[in-house]
């Protein structure tokens, strides 16, 4: 096998340095050619049209790659004259994915081939690689899920016209209509499913789903898509097991753009958006039980989230503002199917939608990502980090049940803004605890931890205070008690006695404070909140008819607690200011940094030290890169050490 890279379809060259950029080893993939001697031959040509050895060659190489069918084969309708298949990050990942038989959720901007990505799959398998299967396609409204159809026909019949003829159409045996398609020589079946009018003929039309191969797109936007869904699960599973033993492709695929999340569609969508694993960059390094694991610890349903924004999707400012145009800046169109924003009604939010726009403006998509505890978990980091500066780790905890999220929000002392965090709502308290861990005396030597103080937290507290590493970095407040004493002489002496607390108790009284202290922190310090987690809880926040203010029906708020447990710490405690010198003004004097040049090697030596005693790998594109830059460096001074550690980030980014 080789890469082709000198094929004439400069997009799949584009997404392959785009990945090397990033720091992705495996950045070629999209590129691979087995039999070398296609090469830089067009299937089109009059030279395959007439050697039918070529013309073997050719559809060998479609049945094992489908890189190349869709680089090199596949064209796209389009007005004036059919192109070339344009690949982007978006459709590469759905792309890799299917090929792997993964169940996707894909929410990408408009105009960036989701739709498009997945017809042009269908077409590869069931065109050239499954045989006896069924496809079935579900969208919003019946006349929608025809479109899809005919997509697909319309790419099947943009294929070379000598591999139509011989190897893919029977002109006699094909059915072909607006509902149906049958590939005759492959005895595979495309068809369009009606959702349900209501929710008997909904649940009904779930259990007909008896094929290895659903696809829902506008799931978002499809009436009773909740009942649909699950009444499918049992029917789907059966015929996916039976799909793997044939070893034909199989799985589930949710398509949309986001709808309100206070609207049943919407809610339901939504929730299974807040269950998924989300794909990074990074996980294309990893092997199939490396997937398998990172799903399994991110994700409450097995679906992997394809989601990117129209930067990372390399669309300009430019691309963007020509589609507001095109939206007659339809604001509320914009941030569903640009911003992927989840909207929601406004009548019962704490907020207005001026406030959060000012909060939007500063959200940031993470810069790059740490793996921890032997690529588990993914940590979301918003700009390079500096290892050596006093952050906070501010942890809310959560029992791992797939309901609340456990949430890391790690926080710069100078002006508390949020530089990195994590989120999990499957992770148990003995695998976060080890997470926290990690973070603590493997990378942030100097950091400062505060973390809930609840039934879950507990127990985690109570295992790293006898840690010696970590315990004089814990949050902690004495607490004085006024009791009696009964003397020998019988007199009754008043004594006090002190108890250190450690973390932060979310009762009512303080949960009350913490969010008395927001509406301050959004008015003045909006540029702070730059996770998408903490702007989403904001957003969603309702006040409810009590007075009380929380997360709407379906939705959380763990990542905006997580970040108030610090507030309210910083604010009404003594800990953070005498012992840890950080105030609740924040300022440069906050900042605490202990120097060192070698603070790369440092890290390299804890990975090692780790990897000899408890099987740590070194594998992640995070680990190699710091190794390579480390001894790229050794030979620098400690100036040009210095400098690599203030602006570097982790995955070559």
């Not at 190349?68 to 990942?93: H, K, M, S, W």
């Not at 025809?146 to 070379?160: F, G, M, Q, T």
């Not at 009604?345 to 810069?367: A, C, G, H, N, R």
């Not at 959560?398 to 709502?425: H, M």
Request: with cysteine.
């Amino acid at each position: 096998m080789i890469f082709d890279v000198k094929t004439k379809n400069i997009s799949f060259l584009k997404v392959s340095k785009l990945l090397r950029e990033r720091g992705v080893k495996n950045n070629k993939f999209m590129l691979a050619l087995y039999d070398e001697g296609l090469r830089g031959l067009d299937p089109r040509s009059k030279k395959v049209a007439e050697d039918p050895e070529l013309q073997l060659r050719i559809l060998r190489e479609i049945t094992n790659n489908i890189w190349y069918f869709i680089r090199e084969v596949v064209l796209i309708p389009a007005e004036g004259q059919d192109v070339p298949y344009e690949l982007n990050l978006g459709n590469c990942t759905l792309t890799y994915l299917r090929e792997k038989n993964r169940n996707i959720m894909c929410i990408l901007p408009r105009q960036s081939g989701k739709t498009m990505g997945e017809a042009v799959f269908e077409v590869w398998n069931t065109n050239f690689v499954t045989r006896n299967t069924t496809v079935t396609y579900l969208n919003k409204a019946k006349p929608d899920a025809i479109k899809n159809l005919k997509l697909i026909r319309d790419i099947r019949e943009l294929l070379p016209e000598w591999m139509k003829e011989k190897f893919v159409v029977d002109r006699k045996n094909d059915i072909d209509n607006q509902e149906l398609k049958l590939i005759a020589k492959r005895n595979n079946t495309i068809r369009v499913a009606s959702g349900g009018s209501d929710p008997d003929s909904s649940e009904k039309a779930g259990r007909g789903l008896t094929t290895a191969n659903v696809i829902f797109d506008e799931f978002a936007f499809l009436k009773y898509n909740d009942l649909i869904y699950k009444a499918c699960q049992p029917a789907f599973k059966r015929a996916s097991e039976n799909a793997k033993k044939k070893g034909m492709p199989y799985g589930m695929v949710l398509l949309t753009t986001p709808n309100q999340k206070d609207v049943a569609a919407g809610a339901f969508a939504y929730s299974v958006y807040t269950g998924t694993a989300k794909w990074r960059v990074d996980c294309f390094d990893f092997d199939d039980a490396e997937v398998d694991a990172f799903v399994q610890n991110n994700s409450q349903n097995d679906f992997i989230l394809v989601e990117y924004s129209y930067k990372e999707l390399g669309r300009s400012e430019e691309w963007l503002k020509e589609q507001i145009r095109q939206m007659i800046g339809d604001v509320a169109k914009v941030k569903r199917e640009i911003l992927l924003e989840w909207p929601r009604s406004m009548e019962s939010s704490v907020f207005s939608e001026e406030d959060l726009d000012k909060i939007y403006q500063f959200v940031k998509t993470p810069v790059a990502h740490m793996f921890s505890l032997n690529k588990q978990f993914c940590i979301d980091m918003y700009e390079p980090l500096d290892f050596n500066r006093n952050y906070i780790l501010s942890c809310d905890v959560a029992g791992g049940l797939s309901q609340d999220n456990s949430v890391i929000d790690i926080i710069d002392p100078e002006d508390f803004r949020v530089v990195a965090d994590f989120r999990n709502n499957k992770i148990d308290t003995d695998s976060f605890k080890n997470l926290i861990k990690e973070l603590l005396t493997f990378f942030f030597k100097n950091a400062v931890l505060v973390i809930e103080r609840n039934s879950y937290g507990l127990v985690i507290i109570d295992n790293l205070r006898k840690d010696p590493l970590i315990e004089p970095r814990m949050y902690r407040e004495t607490r004085e008690s006024l009791g009696e004493k009964q003397m020998n002489d019988g007199f009754t002496v008043k004594k006090k006695s002190s108890t250190v607390i450690y973390g932060v108790d979310t009762n009512t009284q303080s949960r009350k404070k913490m969010f008395d202290l927001l509406p301050e922190i959004v008015e003045t310090e909006y540029d702070k909140f730059v996770s998408p987690h903490i702007y989403g809880d904001i957003a969603g926040l309702e006040k409810k008819k009590t007075g009380k203010i929380e997360h709407s029906t379906g939705g959380h708020d763990d990542s905006l607690m997580a970040y108030l447990i610090f507030r309210y710490a910083v604010f009404y405690g003594k800990c953070f200011r005498d012992r840890f010198g950080i105030y609740p003004t924040p300022s440069k004097v906050n900042v605490r940094t202990t120097s060192s040049n070698g603070d790369i090697s440092r890290i390299i030596n804890f990975i090692e030290q780790g990897n000899a005693a408890a099987d740590r790998p070194l594998g992640s594109a995070m680990y190699d890169s710091l190794a390579d830059k480390e001894q790229k460096l050794k030979s620098e001074d400690d100036k040009q050490l210095d400098a690599f550690l203030r602006v570097t980030n982790l995955n070559k980014w």
